[in-house]
């Protein structure tokens, strides 16, 4: 095991360019993690190596110079791998890997499910069924794929067995009363987690037919197991300004991260585990000031729930105004909606991804923890 952090992972690492808009998802590869995936408004899903290029290097007779610092971008691109057909016909709203690395999932507006073979490129399989957009997608089953999950702004959970010939859902889930808008399973189960807008956790046996619920009471806008505890806790993220982590046993909150300027109260804003379990992440709805338009990234402490950081995310070059539904520019927020944490959470390194279309890619160093930080 990879030793702790000295603190928390702060250094731009690089920027992963060419979305077309806004960023709705971003996932890594399943462990140990070297890629990682984005799904834009721009209906398309774009593969990359997150890991900068060298610096370009020019050769003169026996005199090789390279560029300066400042004739060169502060944060260097990622390279852009591959961008997958266009297949769906709205913005991509969720995208999750399988353990193996060889197929994906994608969902979005068109309430349609892709599953994609990384190899080729191409699609493999069309899922039809949910009455409006999908917001979420996840694995399940024996091996971590042998299932297909969805939640859908139709209220209902469905799943799909990636291992028959059927497109048609296997099972359909009913309980929630609003938009069910994050799923998740724990690693290698056959146990479902949903979150919904009617403020309740949902956790699903499938095998048994059972199903706990937890009322949260603030509309649920994001789910994340704890992948170090064997995803006995779930960290939920809901529209009342406040992340809560909570025990699946028994439906208790361990502890509430919030903060003084940190606001989630009217979009899907997404929080995750990261260093080991030693913090907790999210994306913020509001920008650091209207004028500059940074957006944040806040981390607290797992156990106290102190904030340990508050990172800005600077819109960065390109226009900030755009055409609102009265005709006229307005300026544009860098709302930041989206962040995934490296090999589940056990990396050294995280992904945000946002309004600003494009995403920004952050890591540190591991060194003997301080006792202080």
Avoid at 115 to 122: E, F, G, K, M, Q
Avoid at 264 to 291: H, I, K, M, Y
């Amino acid at each position: 095991m990879p030793p702790p952090f000295s603190s928390f992972p702060s250094t731009p690492i690089a920027q992963l360019l060419g979305s077309n808009g806004p960023i709705h998802a971003v996932t890594y590869s399943s462990p140990p993690s070297p890629y990682i995936l984005t799904g834009s408004s721009d209906r398309l899903i774009r593969l990359y190596n997150p890991t900068p290029s060298p610096p370009i290097t020019h050769h003169s007779n026996t005199i090789t110079t390279t560029h300066p610092p400042s004739q060169t971008s502060p944060i260097p691109p990622g390279r852009l791998i591959t961008t997958f057909p266009p297949l769906h016909s709205h913005p991509i709203l969720s995208l999750a890997i399988s353990p193996s690395n060889a197929t994906f999932l994608s969902s979005g507006g068109d309430r349609t499910l892709f599953l994609w073979d990384v190899a080729t490129s191409l699609s493999t399989r069309r899922f039809h069924g949910h009455a409006g957009r999908v917001n979420a997608v996840a694995f399940a089953g024996g091996g971590g794929d042998a299932l297909a999950l969805s939640g859908g702004l139709d209220g209902t959970v469905r799943i799909w067995d990636l291992r028959s010939a059927s497109t048609k859902a296997v099972q359909v889930l009913t309980e929630a009363r609003d938009a069910v808008t994050s799923v998740v399973a724990p690693s290698g189960g056959w146990e479902v987690v949903a979150g919904s807008v009617d403020g309740r956790v949902r956790g699903y046996d499938v095998r048994m037919g059972r199903c706990v619920v937890d009322v949260v009471g603030a509309s649920v806008t994001s789910l994340c197991l704890d992948g170090e505890g064997g995803g006995e806790t779930v960290l939920v993220g809901g529209l009342d300004s406040k992340v809560r982590m909570m025990d699946r046993r028994d439906g208790r909150c361990l502890r509430v991260y919030e903060g003084e300027g940190w606001r989630n109260e009217g979009v899907r804003v997404q929080s995750c585990f990261g260093g080991a379990g030693r913090w907790v992440v999210a994306g913020d709805e509001f920008p650091v000031d209207e004028e500059g338009g940074e957006g944040r990234v806040w981390a607290w402490d797992v156990m106290t729930g102190r904030v340990v950081a508050r990172l800005g995310v600077p819109w960065g070059p390109g226009r900030r105004m755009g055409v609102g539904a009265d005709g006229r520019e307005k300026g544009r927020r860098n709302v930041v909606s989206c962040v995934a944490w490296k090999d589940g959470g056990r990396g050294d390194q995280f992904c945000v991804g946002g309004r600003r279309g494009w995403s920004r890619f952050l890591g540190g160093d591991r060194r003997e923890a301080r006792q202080d930080d």
